[in-house]
Nanobody, 121 residues
């Protein structure tokens, strides 16, 4: 059984940095695209960033582009989200996700349980 476990969330001040980690167990996800999504209270889950299986192709939501950086380490079966210059509107539960290469983010294969990020002004 595949599990994605996020860590690194917490409460920070606006302008601070935070690094989220996602470690997979149960199978290697080297051939999977990895992504981060978030869900704020009262809002739908939204895409934040994704990275292809090789790590060379990345994509970001307009709201985080230039501030967040996604990366992965296939040897550790892990993905990361470096968050910089965070804003109160970044407050949300952040979820790690994996989809088989060639698949669609509309049909995620695996989800993590989420980690809370709270940004105060």
């Amino acid at each position: 059984q595949v599990q994605l476990v996020e860590s690194g969330g917490g409460s920070v001040q606006a302008g601070d940095s935070l690094r989220l980690s996602c470690v997979a167990s149960g199978r290697t996800l080297s051939w999977y695209a990895m992504g981060w999504f978030r869900q704020a209270p009262g809002k739908e889950r939204e895409f934040v960033a994704s990275i292809g299986w090789s790590g060379t192709l990345t994509n970001y939501a307009a709201s985080v582009k230039g501030r967040f950086t996604i990366s992965r380490d296939n040897a550790k079966n892990a993905a990361y989200l470096q968050m910089s210059s965070v804003k109160p509107e970044d407050t949300a539960v952040y979820y790690c996700a994996a989809v088989n290469s060639g698949g669609s983010w509309a049909q995620v294969d695996y989800w993590g349980q989420g980690t809370q990020v709270t940004v105060s002004s």
